[in-house]
């Protein structure tokens, strides 16, 4: 089939010998996407670049700048009375404060894994006596299917409904970065599924604000060289440019159905990401005709004291500033085994990535 | 989390839904976020909802551009 091409090992020297030949001045590139770290260190791509070349992972795992005391209020929601909490795999094992979604099951706590939020309206109808709480994580990619699952328990009279919605946008993460002036980079690695809703026009302020190159990338090998290649050459011309490299699945508009059911649910709200803090109006709140599937409005919240794990740096990993091996942690006290924090949880995160790929010769 | 798998749409029924087939594996997803997919078409799919079109055409350009524009010579 035509997409093997882009799995094709001989393109993908072709590119990495146009990447040595045009990187003429040492740069670093920052990944958004957690699905782009998990590519890149299967395929051994950053072993490959030029020395001067530097990939840095970003915050883009959603499960991972999930904050921490999100996460303590939807462990906190499954011992409610009543309550079915539903939700994607990797939530189930973050740590909490106290304890995870998995060791509340254990001990009781009515906990389904679903594939869509769709099946989570399904055991809605299945459960009338019951509320089923969907715990909505999940950038622009997640976000319009989870919306659409609000309208279809609204179209099926459902009234046993409801999401925690810790949704968040990923502009503003893009901001926080360069905001806060942290790390110096010359270029932004776009997200490939996230870009498919919002579009390669969800990035131009990037070079606009800040003269910053990004290029939208797929998640095969040659897709990721390839706006590598592109990064690379915006830098040596000194250009700051939105570029595409993903056109079979990206258009500059981004899919206006999903957007506009994104945006009939959801609107901005402050939002705290772990690592970062508050940043203003990243989160997506359900807007206030859909408060009664509001779990945040219906069920009251518990206050917990929330601390993140003790020695987990997580947070300076999701802003750039390190590597998963300067934590302390990381191949001893945590594995994906036995993961302190959510970046060694989710598939996308680095620590994770890093393990299974890369560092289990510590 | 972002993750979405190509597939291929095999039926399309009422309601949005789909049957569509990954490498082998049938399932139905939603068309809701993409009522325009028809049969025959491969989307990217995920969490049960198709969310893009993978088009072929496009996929060529690239490839093609791709063979044309590395016209620098790895030696030099
Ligand atoms: S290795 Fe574990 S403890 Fe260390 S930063 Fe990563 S997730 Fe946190």
Known sequence: MLLDAFRDPQLARQILNDIHALADQPMTFMEFCGGHTHAIMQFGIRQLLPKGVR????????????????????????????????????????????????????????????????????????????????????????????????????????????????????????????????????????????????????????????????????????????????????????????????????????NPAALAIMNQVFEPVDADWRGFGRIPTSGMGLRAEFRAYNAAVRFALPDVPSREPPGCRCGEMLRGVIEPRACPLFGRACTPERPQGPCMVSDEGACAAHFLYQDLSL | MCLAVPAQILTIQDDFLAQVEFGGIRRTISLQLLPQAQVGDYVLVHTGFAISIVDPEEARITLDLLRQMSDLDPDD
């Not at chain 1, 009781?108 to 299945?126: F, H, Q």
């Not at chain 1, 810790?166 to 901001?175: L, V």
């Not at chain 1, 969800?202 to 990721?224: C, K, N, S, T």
């Open chain 1, 55 to 254: 990939l840095l992972s970003g915050p883009g795992c959603p499960v991972c700048v999930t904050s921490q005391r999100d996460i303590d209020q939807a462990i906190a929601l499954a011992q409610l009375p009543g309550v079915i909490i539903a939700t994607f795999g990797d939530m189930v094992r973050v740590p909490g404060t106290s304890h995870t979604l998995q060791q509340a099951a254990a001990a009781g706590a009515d906990v389904r894994i679903v594939y869509s939020p769709m099946d989570a309206v399904d055991l809605a109808a299945a459960h009338p006596d019951r509320q089923v709480i969907f715990l909505g994580v999940g950038f622009e990619t997640t976000a319009p299917g989870v919306a659409a699952s609000i309208l279809q328990a609204r179209a099926r009279g459902l009234d046993n409904y409801a999401i925690l919605s810790m949704h968040k946008y990923t502009p503003p993460g893009m901001r926080a970065i360069l905001d806060a002036g942290e790390v110096r980079l010359d270029g932004v690695i776009g997200p490939g599924h996230v870009s498919i809703i919002i579009g390669l026009d969800g990035w131009r302020f990037l070079p606009r604000d800040y003269a910053m190159p990004v290029v939208i990338a797929g998640f095969e090998p040659v897709d990721i060289l390839l706006a590598i290649r592109a990064l690379v050459r915006q830098v040596a011309r000194g250009q700051a440019r939105a570029e595409n490299a993903y056109s079979r699945s990206v258009t500059p508009q981004g």
